[in-house]
């Protein structure tokens, strides 16, 4: 079974940076879609970035120039560094995967960010 694990979320300050990790387990990582999403009070979730399994990046408008997303195949492990942050970040942000074992995705169970003086 399909298993994502994040951490690195809290509150941060605008302008400030956070990094957030995903551990992936029983996921053919390195032939594997990864993603994260997020999700702000009231709003539907949202794509943020993915990246493909030859290392592809695909990253929404709106985190464009400030958020990086990068993996680790040995690790099994999906990064989203995020720079300049702006309360509009603030959301729970979920681990995604997208491969064989999981056809029609899995998800993590999310990690808060909050962006506030």
């Known amino acids: 079974q399909v298993q994502l694990v994040e951490s690195g979320g809290g509150l941060v300050q605008p302008g400030g940076s956070l990094r957030l990790s995903c551990v992936a387990a029983e996921v053919p990582f390195n032939l594997a879609t990864m993603g994260w999403f997020r999700q702000a009070p009231g709003k539907q979730r949202d794509l943020v970035a993915t990246?493909?399994?030859?290392?592809?990046?695909h990253y929404a408008n709106s985190v464009k120039g400030r958020f990086t997303i990068s993996k680790d195949d040995a690790k099994k492990t999906v990064d989203l560094q995020m720079n300049n942050l702006n309360s509009e970040d603030t959301a729970v942000y979920y681990c995604y995967s997208l491969s064989l074992k999981s056809p029609n995705g899995a998800w993590g169970q999310g990690v808060q960010v909050t962006v506030s003086s």
């Open positions: 990246i493909a399994p030859n290392g592809g990046t």
